[in-house]
């Protein structure tokens, strides 16, 4: 079974330029998940999908960030402009239908390490 | 407001003994407790989970423990190897997960 796919791994920028990150879940996986982690930190919830659709994204700063997924499959998070306090990690992760066994158990992709100069 | 905490950073284990992970938590309505391991450049790989009901889970050399009184559980690692020196992550579950900020577990020959 292929695992989450993030692409790319490193980008640096500019402050208040965008950047855009993709993430493919593993297949059949229903739920989609982005992170952000700050080093040090833990990661932490962005922005939830349940399919096409949104379950949570109360922690997305939302004047400069946005998400879609588009058919319910991958997914693009975007940032515009970014801030230097937006240099972190970003982690992609899926999960399987609330209906299936360990439908809790969140599988992460390798993440994209955003640098904003 | 930190809901997961793991106040160890950091810990160094010889090989073949026991590593022991906290974490400590704060809500009584967490659902699920997962642990994760996370090598550097790596994304967090899934290690072990426990129901909230529970208060083991066993899987190989891995068992959690869950203290729901005391709102604690503990990651056991028997016996340590090399290969399990990591990141590890606790984190719990209620209609998000909740992240601890992690523990760097150094296993030495």
């Known amino acids: 079974e292929a695992g989450v796919a993030q692409s790319p791994r490193y980008k640096i920028i500019e402050k208040r330029q965008s950047v855009a990150f993709w993430c493919n879940p593993i297949?059949?996986?229903?739920?989609l998940y982005w992170y952000q982690q700050i080093l040090g930190q833990g990661p932490k919830l962005l922005i939830q999908?349940?399919?096409?659709?949104?379950?949570?994204d109360s922690q997305l700063p939302k004047d400069r960030f946005s998400a879609e997924r588009l058919k319910g499959v991958d997914s693009t998070l975007k940032i515009q402009p970014a801030k230097l306090e937006d240099s972190a990690v970003y982690l992609c992760?899926?999960?399987?239908?609330?209906?299936?066994?360990?439908?809790?158990?969140?599988?992460f992709g390798p993440g994209t390490r955003l640098t904003v100069t | 407001d930190q809901q997961v905490k793991q106040n160890s950073p950091s810990l160094s284990v010889q090989e073949g003994r026991i590593s022991i992970l906290n974490c400590d938590y704060t809500?009584?309505?967490?659902?699920?407790f997962l642990w994760y391991k996370k090598y550097p450049a790596e994304g967090p790989t899934f290690l072990i989970s426990?129901?909230?009901?529970?208060d083991k889970n066993e899987d190989g050399r891995f068992t959690v423990f869950l203290n729901k009184s005391a709102k604690h559980l503990s990651l056991h690692i028997v016996p340590s190897q090399p290969g399990d020196s990591a990141v590890y992550f606790c984190?719990?579950?209620?209609?998000?997960?909740?992240f601890g900020t992690g523990t760097r577990l150094q296993v030495f020959p």
């Open positions: 999908f349940q399919n096409n659709g949104v379950v949570d």
């Open positions: 809500n009584s309505m967490f659902d699920y």
């Open positions: 297949s059949g996986h229903a739920t």
């Open positions: 984190a719990a579950l209620v209609d998000k997960l909740i």
């Open positions: 426990i129901s909230s009901i529970k």
């Open positions: 992760a899926s999960s399987r239908s609330t209906t299936s066994g360990s439908w809790y158990e969140q599988y």
